[in-house]
């Protein structure tokens, strides 16, 4: 969407083997708090975070939040004992962050320490459908079809951008790219207004406008989408130990992805070579267990390097195909 706003005359196509409801967004729980990348500069990933922030910010407040599946939420972040970091890199990014007072840590007896602030969550499926209609708004094809090698692409499209996710080890042999296998249950509990994480980021439950999701888990190296029942009692089990009320918590719904594991995002710009012909490919993979809170800020940055190979083509720039 950013590259189509940004270069309205190329014309583009996103091809993806999957759509929503089938892709790991569909089943992220969707709330901007970031994690951190050790192998990307800490002032980037807040350059990222900042800018997916006043992005979805402005979506909550304008006609279209609720289609777009957009709004704040307020709540606590919860730890055992103090972080390191008391205050994050990304504390003057979101709204109103201040150390818990005493009274609202009655609410956790086993936690000592807290954050309390105020950010946004989105429901990622209406979200992404809402993307979909902005991109067919704006005369971008939507094709289903995989990639099995990106050179394929070579004789239909000047640049490719890989935004593969986890498919990106296979696409691109990154071996350096791991799934890390997460469960979450989205329960009916319209009662609970405010979310609440463990600091230590095993549980966490994040009310959104229908449901309100409750996690998590997180296996290394595990590419299974099945739901498992023993996952789903553990995860249900922790939140009610953190909110009690929702051992009256109805119907729940279970949903599994692959978050795709890096020590770095690759946003990055590689010219691919063969026979003496080149394919300019911009990579934007790698995102992790917080690609929902940096996707904006990602997305300019591929933006601008899309830019450069465009600048780089022979020829007109405006003949470009994406
Ligand atoms: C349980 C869970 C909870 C999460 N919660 C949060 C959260 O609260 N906040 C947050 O910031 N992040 C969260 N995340 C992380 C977030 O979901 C991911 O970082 C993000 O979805 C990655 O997006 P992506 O577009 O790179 O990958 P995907 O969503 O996996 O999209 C990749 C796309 O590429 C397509 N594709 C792959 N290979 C090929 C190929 N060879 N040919 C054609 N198409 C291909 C796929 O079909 C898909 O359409 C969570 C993740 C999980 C699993
Ligand atoms: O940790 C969280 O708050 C939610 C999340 O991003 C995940 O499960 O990957």
Known sequence: LCISEAFPSCPLSVLAEQFSPNTTGDVAAGMLIPHTYPGTPIHVQKQWFKETFAYLFAISN????????????????????????????????????????????????????????????CD??????????????????????????????????DVVVNCTGVGAQQLVGDRELLPTRGQVLQVHAPWLKHFIRDGDGSTYIYPGIHSVTLGGSREKGSWSLSPD????????????SLEPSLQRAEGVRVKVGLRPSRSAVRLQREVLSRGGAELPVVHNYGHGAGGFSVHRGTAKEATRLVGECIAALRGSSCRAKL
């Open 229 to 240: 029942p023993a996952t789903t009692r553990d995860i249900f089990s922790r939140c009610c």
């Open 62 to 121: 304008s006609a279209e939040a609720s289609e777009a599946g957009i709004h704040l939420v307020s709540g606590w972040q919860v730890f055992k004992t103090p972080p390191k970091d008391e205050v994050p890199f990304w504390s003057d990014v979101v709204l109103g962050f201040r150390p818990m007072s005493a009274a609202e840590l009655q609410k956790f007896p086993q936690h000592r320490w807290g954050q309390a602030f105020t950010t946004l969550k």
């Open 124 to 157: 990622c499926p209406p979200y992404l459908l809402w993307l979909e209609r902005r991109l067919r708004a704006n005369g971008v094809q939507l094709r289903t079809s995989k990639v099995a090698d990106l050179w394929e692409l070579r004789s239909e499209y």
